[in-house]
């Protein structure tokens, strides 16, 4: 459904909330048919998840169901997945297992549970501790804090926290309390006015993993990038 919004309002989505913006824009633009491609999943982090052959497709009408169904085959409840929480309660479809015909084997015979993401604030606190850096990022919005997060456990699951160096504190977002003296920060998304061209500052909203190393390495880290691509490869077929 993101595909229907112009690529600022993308962005606008993410800060406003992209559960209920899921939720939102299929009232906008409810589709005839949802077809999921889950013939390789991927589960952890966005940028250093671990592929997972799943060989599977399906298909559905209602989109709540569908998502539905495709949360529980992962492991997650229909009320823990917000969009499908949101856009059951705006009437756009059912969440109810009990109440959706499922042609095809028993959801039983699929399932299989995913390792979660880590995206909350709280994750990148611990993330920090064992790294050797503050985060000062309460009220920021959780786009940018994924991407802090998944960017620095992509880095350490591949041996390179020594780019880190030098640095003391992340900050994110807003309320961010930065003193005049940056030294030892990285300063992270547009909601941080007035640091916009600093050489420490991070622009985007939310910026992707590739910036983050980027800007790591303008700030005199040394990331080898042939060894941050995915370790497994998508299509199970391939060694």
Known sequence: MMGVTPGREKSHIHRVGLDMAIAELNRVVLPDLVVVDATVGMEGNAVDGTPVPMGLLLAGRDPVATDAVCARIIGLSETETKHITHAAELGLGTRDLRRIRIDGPPLRDVARPFEKPWRKLSDLKTLGAECGFDVDAEGACSPCIGCVLMSITALKNRGQLGVLKGIKTVAIGPNARVPPDTSGYL?????????????????????????????????????????????????????
């Open 187 to 239: 300063l992270v998304g547009n909601c941080l006015q007035g640091f916009e061209g600093a050489p420490n500052h991070l622009a985007g909203c939310p910026p992707n993993a590739h910036s983050f190393f980027e800007k790591l390495n303008e700030m005199g880290g040394d990331i080898d990038f042939a060894r941050m691509r995915p370790s497994k490869a998508l299509d199970p077929g391939k060694p």
